[in-house]
Each structure stands twice: as C-alpha cells, then as structure tokens.
C-alpha cells in the first residue's frame, strides 16, 4: 500500500511524506443533457493525504457520487484539475487511467455488484486478472485478501449462499486485491443492518490502522463517526471540512451491540 511518491525515493523528509494523494483543484462538473446543463460539482478544493480516512455526507443530490467517480477516474472534471499521486489524470488517455485504477484503487459500492453463480474465491480473483501474475499467485492473494476481511473459511461458497454483510466483505476484498493505496466506498453499508454496518466499519477501522486511505460516502452521521474526517457536501460544494473530535472505535461500539447470525 505505497503511494507513488514513496516508490519514487527511498529516504522520504516528512514534508514528503505528507504530500497528499488526492488533490481536487478548482473543480467543476457539468452533466450535459441536451436541452438543459446539470452543474453538479461547483468549484470543489480537496486535499487528502497518505492514511487519511474521510467521511463524505450531504443530502441526495449534492454530488456526492460524482465526485467519488472522478475520484476513482471514472469520469473526468469539466474544468479543474485532479491529481492522484501528483499525477493530473485528467490528461491521461483510457488505457492509463484504466492501468492506475486497478493498480491504485479499490472500489466498494452499495450493492455489492458480485457475480451470483461463482465462489468468493474467483469474485475476489477476478481483478488480478488484469495485473501479471502466475495463477497460483492469483489464487494465493485473493485467499488472503479473503482471510483480511474474516472470510477465510468460506472461500469456496457461492456468493449467493452469503449473507449481506459476508457479500459486502467478499466486495472489500475484491477491492482489496490489488493492492491499492486508496479505498473509495460509496454507501457501503447503505443496504446493511446496524450492527453488520459498524462490523464492515470495523473492517475500515483495521485497514486505515494499516496505512490505507479511505474515502467514504455515507448519508448516516453514526457511520461517518468512524471516520477521522467528515466533509459535508451541498449543492455542488463543500459546506464543511472537520476533523472528527472523537472517532467511534468499531471494536467498542460492537461489545454494546446484539450479536446476529451473520
Ligand atoms: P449524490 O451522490 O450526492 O446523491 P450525485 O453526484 O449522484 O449526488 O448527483 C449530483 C447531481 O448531478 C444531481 O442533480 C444528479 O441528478 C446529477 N447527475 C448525477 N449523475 C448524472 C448523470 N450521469 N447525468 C446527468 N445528471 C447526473
Ligand atoms: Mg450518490
């Protein structure tokens, strides 16, 4: 989970360390829809450095998930600049931005988006297709990828067989297996119970603690407590930007929780 900028040197000055990995300069979104324009994002400012764990919230609409696209260089500014590891994607063409996104970043949505009639094992390998590794290789980091997120021994269940929450950690380590320096979760716990919701956050929690960076949406103010910082969207723009005074600790939050059968 190194950034760019560490691959780069080996003696890092702490200035160096800190730079951040995602920067949004200035930016603006317009959805063009023929008649009428849709100005979703309207100037956004955002830094956000190495180990960082961001909340995202603000109600439906305010462009919460149009970011977190351009975040995960699904999709482009209309004007201003995105710089992932100090690299402006915006000026890449498809195949590198394709290339950054398997090799930097991991993806968790809301649905969990797996392929019904195949294991956890081959949901979680498929991404490695793509980076050049033996099968064994393969096989071996989806394993432990499986093994981060608690699923260890279900390896070999349809995903179908799984429960919400074991589906959702089956996505985590799918996002996971690449390796990649930054998490993006659009409402991740959005289709969850409470308590397997604050169990997926513990999963955050434990990954965050390892040096990945995570960003966040969510529209629960309980959920977004887990992070270290919150930034509150509305109408395009950023309303607020604040460190989280106390951070809910999953771990302590589950002992007070009902156990279910997940
Ligand atoms: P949020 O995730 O916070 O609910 P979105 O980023 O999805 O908000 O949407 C922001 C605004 O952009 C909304 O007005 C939405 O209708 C519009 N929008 C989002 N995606 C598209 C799209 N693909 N085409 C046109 N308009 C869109
Ligand atoms: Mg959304």
Known sequence: MQTAI??????????????PVIRIEAVHKYYDLGETKVHALRGIDLEIKPGEFVAI??????????????????????????????ID????????????????????????????????LENVELPTLYARLG?????????????MVGLGERVEHFTSQLSGGQQQRVAIARALVNR?????????????????????MQIFQDLNQQGLTIVLV????????????????????????????????????LLNMPATDD
Request: aromatic residues 4%.
């Open 6 to 19: 560490q691959d780069e040197s080996t003696v890092l000055a702490p200035e160096e360390a800190a730079l």
């Open 57 to 86: 919230m603000g109600s439906s609409g305010s462009g919460k998930s149009t970011l977190m696209n351009m975040l995960g260089c699904l999709d482009k500014p209309s004007t201003g600049r995105y710089l992932l590891d100090g």
């Open 89 to 120: 994607v915006s000026q890449l063409d498809k195949k590198s931005l394709a290339n950054i996104r398997n090799r930097k970043l991991g993806f968790v949505f809301q649905g969990f988006n797996l392929l019904a009639r195949t294991t956890a």
């Open 135 to 147: 099968k064994d290789e393969r096989l071996e980091r989806a394993r432990k990828a499986l093994e």
């Open 180 to 200: 990649p320096s930054i998490l993006l979760a659009d409402e991740p716990t959005g289709n969850l119970d409470s308590r397997t919701s604050v169990e997926i």
């Open 218 to 253: 969510t529209h629960e103010p309980d959920i977004a407590h887990f992070a270290k910082r919150i930034v509150v969207f509305r109408d395009g723009k950023i309303r607020k930007d604040e460190w989280v005074e106390r951070q809910s600790q999953a771990a302590e939050v």
